[in-house]
């Protein structure tokens, strides 16, 4: 087999392979680094630390973390600022204000909660009153 007499597609089909190859042949000697190392009685030292990522939360940051239970005071800060607003009601957005909480968890308690709310009634675009 000499080179001049391949066609390109045989060309790259072999080059293709002896890339392989050289893949195998160095997982191969790795694997015989590790054998050599296990019959000489020093295993391969394992390796340590974390895998790449995220980094570690340093400890003081896990320390001052607070859980909140937010769904609970949430309800009752609603339902405390339906009251005082009467018949008239309130805005999602002067909601949001006040108890300083993103308006799209306001609309999402409205729709999920605040339909289990007796009483709740929607009075106009974004507008709720408790009466």
Same mark, same amino acid.
């Given at each position: ?17 002896? !890339?392989? *190859?050289? $893949? ?10 590790? &054998?050599?190392? +296990?019959? @000489? ?21 896990? !320390?001052? *973390?607070? $859980? ?10 609603? &339902?405390?600022? +339906?009251? @005082? ?47």
């Amino acid at each position: 087999m000499s080179l001049s007499t391949l066609s390109s597609a045989q060309l790259a089909q072999l080059i293709g392979l002896v !890339k392989k *190859r050289g $893949v195998l042949q160095a997982k191969l000697d790795k694997v015989d680094a590790a &054998l050599n190392a +296990l019959e @000489s009685g020093s295993s391969v030292p394992k390796r340590r630390g974390r895998k790449p990522g995220r980094p570690a939360l340093p400890k003081l940051a896990l !320390k001052g *973390r607070k $859980v909140r239970k937010r769904s609970k005071r949430l309800k009752e800060s609603i &339902l405390k600022l +339906l009251k @005082s607003a009467g018949s008239s009601g309130i805005t999602v957005k002067e909601l949001s204000a006040k108890l300083k909480v993103k308006p799209g968890n306001i609309f999402s308690w409205f729709y999920t909660t605040g339909k289990k709310v007796s009483g709740l009634k929607k009075v106009g675009e974004a507008k709720y009153a408790l009466s």
